[in-house]
């Protein structure tokens, strides 16, 4: 049995911060956060003089990072993307997986499931996000023209059979064939359902919510409203999938905090209208994390789709359009409190408590709790990533 006991911690509890206060944590578990009097038995005693002590972050929406991509289908490259992630704070993560082909799809789904809660060397990976074969078309953003799929029997028990060992995650537009049949069919079995890569209507929409999905990806982004929906009929005006995200409260939702893919004012719209319990933060990087700028491979290496990383940013080659993201957790961190003047709390709990209940996991992670897994990152004044704990062991 090991417990070790963080002194002089900054502690960034989901509603408040409590300065001068200490954690134990005994066999990965964290036992006690809070002022503690008398001191606290410990095996070791590591002080923190005053620094942040945050829950780890949790990431819903990640595709790459330090030279590797998910979809490259090899433990060494989920390992390099988990370890990445690691040293920007994030202990748990769902590899998303980009539009590819069949085998490519079977690969990742095979490797999200062998590496589901095994350690990687970095983020752990608590479940898979099934992110490309039922989207629009039109709506692919940057992502490769490969497989669109309508969804039927003979893929989605293919490749829905992958959340009977895993929390699974399925991203599809609403305004496909057979949409209602998949999400009505999986959502029973446990299977979440995300909208996303959608020019929906508001109509379409309110359908799926009926059926059961309960999150819309990275908003703002590859997504319909209403100047989108006035191009192909100019009166009425209709309200799309932007316009639902915001209106509908059984619609959780995410943002690439970047500061690249929104303004600061975006940003800020959004935390008001969804509040810090129904809006994620999520990175959606590619394997340029840590990387240099210049031209990388969004999806497999070969066979995806290249795209370029400058100035903080992914872009198309000719630079046109955005294409995913390039920085670490700890980077939306700061974007979202120091640019958009979210309150370091709520903030802390957009990149760990409400992504784990997005994904059904708060239980186990996402807050510094008794009985939580002691997935910690300590932060420094500006919040850089200074140390990072996965089950109580260090890895950054």
Known sequence: MSVTVFANATLVLPDRIIPGAVLQVRDGRITFAGHAE????????????????APGFVDLHVHG?????FMDGTPDAFRTVCRCHARHGTTSLTPTSTVATGPQYDQFLALCRALHGTKTGGARIVGGHFYGPYFARPARGCHPDQ???VPAPENAERFMSAAADMPLVVTVAPEIENAEWLVRTYSARGVRFNAGHSYATFPHVEAAVAWGVRHVDHLFCAMSDRARLRQSQAFPMRAGLMEATLFFDELTTEVIADGKHLT???LRFAYKVKGPDRLALV???MRAVDRPDGEYWFGAEGSGEKVRKRDGAGVTLEGTALASGVMGMDHCLRTMHFAAGVPLPEAVR????????ILGVSEDIGSLEPGKRADLVVLDRELNVKRVYIGGEGVV
């Open 283 to 285: 990175t959606d990087s």
């Open 350 to 357: 957009m990149a760990s408590l409400t992504p784990a209940r």
């Open 264 to 266: 600061p004012e975006l």
């Open 38 to 53: 008398p001191e606290l038995a410990a095996d070791q005693a590591i002080d923190l003089e005053g620094l942040y002590l």
């Open 147 to 149: 497989e669109f799929l």
């Open 65 to 69: 990072g330090d030279g590797a991509d």
